[in-house]
């Protein structure tokens, strides 16, 4: 059984895999770049998909380890579940950069306020 801290590690190695594909991406599209590019661009969504599963599985480690919603997703807490809305957003933007590449620059900007909103319910669980 892994330690809660062990599992945080795994969290926070998912978020900066995440950001790091976000981001190559991004100025990819901007410098225009398609979806049919370069073979780069697969090793980019499973970076991307990667990281999100890692965020996942340390945020239900540390869930499990915290002893929070032992009941179930009925019992899940309203801070969880903003954190699980900012992850499915974070998901969906990754498709963004190759239909609109203009908005590459204002994603680059938005993702990371979108990191902060996530740690901030999890640091202060106002809900
Ligand atoms: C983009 C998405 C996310 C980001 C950026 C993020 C960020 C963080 C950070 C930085 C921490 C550490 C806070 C600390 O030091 O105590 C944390 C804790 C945590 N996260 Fe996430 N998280 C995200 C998504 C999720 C998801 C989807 C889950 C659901 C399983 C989750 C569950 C947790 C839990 C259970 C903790 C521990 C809270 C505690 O110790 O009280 N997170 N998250």
Known sequence: MFPRDLYEIIHLIGIALTMAALGATALH??????????RARRVLVALYGGGLFLILLGGFGMLAR??????????????LWAKLAVWALLGAVMLLPYRRPTWGMP?????PLLIGLATYFALYKPI
Not at 32 to 38: D, K
Not at 107 to 111: K, N, R
């Open 29 to 38: 599209a901007l410098e225009g770049g398609t979806r049919r590019g370069p």
């Open 107 to 111: 994603m680059l900007l938005l993702a």
């Open 66 to 79: 915290l002893g929070i919603a032992r009941a179930g997703v009925v019992a899940f807490p309203g801070w």
